[in-house]
């Protein structure tokens, strides 16, 4: 019993220290950009995560996969399918800064054969 108690201790201990993933808190820019997220309601389209709308890609990771200016074309523009925005070049900046805080989070991989060709997300119920 004492084993286990010492066991559970030490893990613990380990855990605490060495196992903290936390991202670091949003800066300025990110915090600006989170608001801009809200106000525009991108959520309603897109996912953290896989969890949001499902009209759009899952945008945890894009901008480590697609990289500044893929982002800021499409956000900037919209495309045929996602509605330009016309936000502001300062606006535009800070939703590419929240983006990026978010993608150091962690990672959220979406198959391919989860996507279908329309774009949109092919949800299974298994
Ligand atoms: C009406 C639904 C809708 C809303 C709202 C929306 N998007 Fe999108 N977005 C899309 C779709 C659909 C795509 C895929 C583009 C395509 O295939 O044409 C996309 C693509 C993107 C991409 C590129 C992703 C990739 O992996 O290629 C980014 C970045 C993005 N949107 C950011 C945003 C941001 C930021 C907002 C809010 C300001 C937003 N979107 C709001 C529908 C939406």
Redesign the pocket.
């Known amino acids: 019993m004492l084993l286990t108690f010492l066991f559970f201790g030490c893990y613990s201990g380990i855990v605490y220290l060495f196992c903290d993933n936390k991202p670091d808190a949003p800066d300025a820019a990110a915090q600006r ?1 989170w608001k ?2 809200q ?8 996912q953290f995560y896989g969890l949001g ?1 499902y ?5 945890t990771n ?1 901008a480590s ?2 990289g500044t200016s ?2 800021r074309g ?2 900037e523009h ?6 330009d ?1 016309h ?1 502001s070049n300062n ?1 535009v900046n800070d ?2 800064a ?2 990026s805080w978010v993608d150091k989070s962690g990672k959220s991989q979406v198959a391919d054969s989860s996507v279908h060709w329309t ?2 997300y092919i949800i299974s119920h298994k």
């Open positions: 950009g801009v997220w106000e525009k309601n991108c959520q309603s389209c897109h709308g009209m759009g890609p899952d945008l894009v996969q697609k893929y982002m499409i956000i919209g495309t045929g399918k996602m509605p925005f936000l606006e939703v590419i929240f983006l774009g949109t």
